[in-house]
């Protein structure tokens, strides 16, 4: 069962995660888009960091604290996006976070996001890789946490890459049209180490 110290961990591994790959995904933004989707993620994951862990009554709370702060700090598409994911999360993770519960909160989650984003899978965002990845995690569940989440990581590697031939619909690659074509999605590729950092602190 995880603990809100665990989803803090896990939210400590992503901000570092973030910061080691700020200039890779500003390089994929300024590609496709403005230039600034490292610098925003840094910034408002290094905000989320420095919540502090024992002041909240569950995982839940920690994490639609996480969502408000990333709003409160990061303007442009990612910040409200990012947010919604997390508060969607805190607010369907119930007290029982098993592997199932962690599943259904992690949906919920990029739900939030196709909710507020109006995207469809396809569409070049960071959908393209929540979505499979949660297919991932859901086939491999079974085996417990560890294992869904690994799974989850290596699928959503692979999403991300997928992104790199696809023609954005969405957000601002979306106003290149067709030159949106050959650069993998910043947001796919910053979800895909959500991932990658939960299956290496939250398990
Ligand atoms: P901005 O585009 O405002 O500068 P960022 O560069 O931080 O914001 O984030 C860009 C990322 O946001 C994109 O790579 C994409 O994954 C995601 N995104 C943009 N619009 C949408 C949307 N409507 N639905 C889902 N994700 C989106
Ligand atoms: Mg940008
Ligand atoms: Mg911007």
């Not at 996480?66 to 919604?84: D, F, H, I, N, Q």
């Not at 965002?125 to 085996?143: I, K, N, Q, R, S």
């Not at 999605?185 to 299956?199: E, I």
Request: charged content about 25%; overall charge negative.
């Amino acid at each position: 069962m995880a603990e809100t110290k665990d989803f803090f961990a896990w939210l400590t591994a992503y901000k570092e995660l973030i910061v080691e790959n700020a200039d890779y995904l500003t390089d994929l933004d300024r590609r496709i888009g403005d230039a600034d989707h490292g610098a925003n993620m840094a910034r408002g994951m290094t905000a989320v960091a420095q919540l502090d862990p024992t002041s909240f009554a569950d995982a839940g709370a920690l994490l639609k604290k996480a969502g408000m702060t990333l709003v409160s700090k990061v303007g442009g598409a990612s910040g409200p996006l990012y947010g919604t994911f997390f508060m969607r999360m805190g607010a369907a993770l119930g007290s029982d976070a098993d592997t199932a519960a962690i599943g259904k909160a992690l949906r919920a989650g990029a739900d939030g996001v196709k909710a507020r984003g109006k995207a469809n899978l396809g569409d070049k965002t960071m959908l393209d890789c929540l979505y499979p990845a949660l297919d991932a995690f859901d086939e491999a569940a079974a085996g417990g946490l560890q294992a869904a989440l690994q799974a989850a990581s290596e699928r959503a590697d692979k999403a991300a890459s997928d992104t790199e031939p696809m023609i954005a619909k969405k957000g601002r690659a979306s106003y290149l049209g067709e030159r949106s074509q050959g650069t993998p999605d910043p947001g796919a590729t910053s979800s895909a180490l959500l991932f990658k950092a939960a299956a290496a602190a939250l398990a």
